[in-house]
């Protein structure tokens, strides 16, 4: 199969295959796909602009918490309030990336990690709005006017996750192919050259903190109707990680990488706390076998192999 | 302008005038300040003392992105490039960073394929197109020089700062370079060389300006230039 037609085949897939899996499998598969678009996100910075950040869950849980509350508190339907989390995540990742820019390598992924934890500890403590550690429970799958109840229902919202995901892919892509994705190439592979030529790194980078905070804030906003609740886990720095060895293992500066990876990390953990207490030791170990032999991730890997036969 | 760090003056009250369309080098032993005074031009570093004026406007204290938007463009003596990305795509950015549509992301096509246009037409100048696809990390040491010169050229620029051109290139490579740049630089842009191959400069500059120790020690054609005594000293009979 031509890598042309990869695409649109695994979309095919997704849309047609689900009616007709056991609804475990469709539950698996839309959490799967959310935490993919999440690593997708995440991709924009660590693989195409070289930005390691360490607190990425930051926008998962902001568009968690924001959807959420939009939810629980107004009529708005469904789509709105995904909307509304994505853009008021991407919103405040700006200031946020203000302040990020100005450092580099690890002062910039620890400041990225310190605002995460400042944000888990608001979800912690502002009992009021974010219901403390329960965090916020049944959140409602509000539907739209005009009868628009198809995303209420599992499958339906499986189908409304797979919008996203598709849509947000093909935002993504031609961002990254744009002037300005281009551009952020040069400023990851060597910045001073990058702005000897005329690139001001710092407005780069900022653009693409914000964009990927609209992303995975769409990633976090979808979850919380998903599950029907949000958490201050999702804030929290493991998560952050976890994320992070999703884009490295799938393949980073790919888009499509991350979320192979996050499927392959997703099942992998499900698969291996069902026989061993000792999972996360195994997963470390995968992790390191990835990052020392398959540098390039599973989609970089595969890419390769097709280009070579 | 001076630059200094801590006691010691890199670039000690170095005033030079540079015309439009003259090629000016900039020789001088080692730790002369030559490269210093490329980082103060280009905005890489922050003078201690003086200004820098292009066209009549300051542009010390600019950084370095503005200095380069102003029509000052400048290779690096230790060469810098995108060297996971193809030596069209490094030209490529080199002629976007000029380009009006740099920040479209609708019709983004337009911008790419003008600036793709201008990449080619500057590594068919530089006898690079055949290597157009090649990662820049993995090209010879000399084609990395050109692809250097030629993504400078590519920014478009008034003013080029040519950082050891040469450097570390074989005989033959530096006479291939020489002839090009002969080439290249014969239309009416300003150049400033910094450079060690006095054969380079010799053949390229109109005029030249000697620095020893962040100071001018001598300023002139470089006929004058060759047998100045005090240029003589400066490189112990290095000079011929």
């Known amino acids: 199969m031509s890598a042309r037609l990869a695409g649109p085949a695994i979309v095919a897939a997704l849309v047609v295959v689900p009616p007709a899996l056991p609804v475990f499998l469709v539950t698996t598969l839309t959490e799967v796909l959310i935490l993919g678009l999440f690593a997708m996100s995440l991709d924009l910075l660590v693989g195409y602009t070289g930005l390691d950040s360490f607190g990425h869950a930051a926008v998962y849980g902001l568009g968690a918490y924001t959807t959420a509350l939009v939810l629980l508190h107004t009529p708005l339907p469904l789509p709105v309030a995904l909307a509304i989390g994505a853009a008021v995540t991407a919103l405040i990742a700006l200031p946020i990336a203000w302040l990020c820019t100005r450092t580099t390598g690890v002062s910039f992924a620890m400041l990225t990690l310190a605002f995460a934890q400042l944000l888990y500890a608001i979800a912690y403590k502002w009992q009021s709005v974010t219901g403390g550690s329960d965090g916020l429970a049944g959140v409602p799958r509000t539907p739209g006017p005009l009868g628009m109840t198809w995303f209420t229902s599992r499958l339906g919202y499986y189908y409304m996750v797979v919008a996203c995901v598709v849509g947000a892919f093909l935002l993504c892509r031609a961002f990254v192919r744009s002037p300005v994705g281009t551009a952020l190439l040069g400023i990851r592979d060597n910045e001073r050259k990058a702005s000897a030529l005329g690139y001001n790194p710092r407005v780069y980078k900022i653009v693409v903190f914000v964009v990927a905070a609209l992303v995975g804030g769409l990633a976090g906003a979808l979850y919380a109707p998903f599950a029907g609740f949000a958490s201050p886990d999702l804030f929290f720095w493991l998560l952050s990680g976890q994320v992070l060895v999703m884009v490295i293992i799938g393949g980073a500066g790919t888009l499509a990488g991350p979320i192979v990876g996050a499927a392959f990390f997703y099942l992998l953990e499900h698969y291996l706390s069902g026989i061993t207490d000792s999972w996360a030791l195994v997963l470390g170990l995968i992790f390191i076998v990835f990052v020392l032999f398959v540098p390039e991730g599973i989609w970089g890997a595969v890419r390769r192999g097709a280009s070579v036969s | ?240």
Request: proline fraction near 4%; aromatic fraction near 4%; charged fraction near 20%.
């Open chain 2, 1 to 240: 302008m001076s630059r200094h760090f801590g006691a010691i003056a890199a670039v000690d009250q170095v005033s030079l005038a540079v015309e439009r369309g003259e090629i000016r080098a900039i020789i001088g032993p080692n730790g002369a300040g030559k490269s210093t005074l490329f980082n103060l031009i280009a905005g890489e570093l922050p003078a201690t003392g003086g200004v820098v004026r292009f066209k009549g406007a300051p542009v010390s204290g600019l950084p370095p992105h503005e200095v380069a938007a102003r029509g000052i463009s400048r290779t690096f003596q230790l060469t810098a490039l995108f060297p996971r990305l193809s030596a069209r795509e490094n030209v490529r950015l080199a002629a976007q960073a000029r380009d009006a549509g740099r920040w479209r992301l609708l019709g983004a096509g337009a911008t790419a394929a003008s600036s793709r246009r201008h990449a080619e037409h500057w590594l068919e100048r530089l006898h690079l197109l055949q290597l157009a696809g090649v990662p820049a990390g993995l090209l010879s040491h000399g084609d990395q020089r050109l692809l250097e010169i030629a993504m400078a050229l590519a920014q478009d620029p008034e003013l080029l700062l040519l950082d050891e051109p040469t450097q570390g290139l074989s005989l033959e490579e530096t006479a291939r370079t020489i002839a090009l740049l002969r080439e290249l630089l014969g239309g009416g842009l300003t150049v400033l060389l910094v450079e060690h191959d006095m054969e380079v400069v010799f053949s390229l500059a109109h005029r030249i300006t000697v620095l020893h120790q962040g100071r001018v020690i001598a300023d002139g054609a470089p006929a004058a230039v060759r047998s100045d005594a005090a240029v003589q000293t400066a490189y112990l009979g290095g000079l011929d």
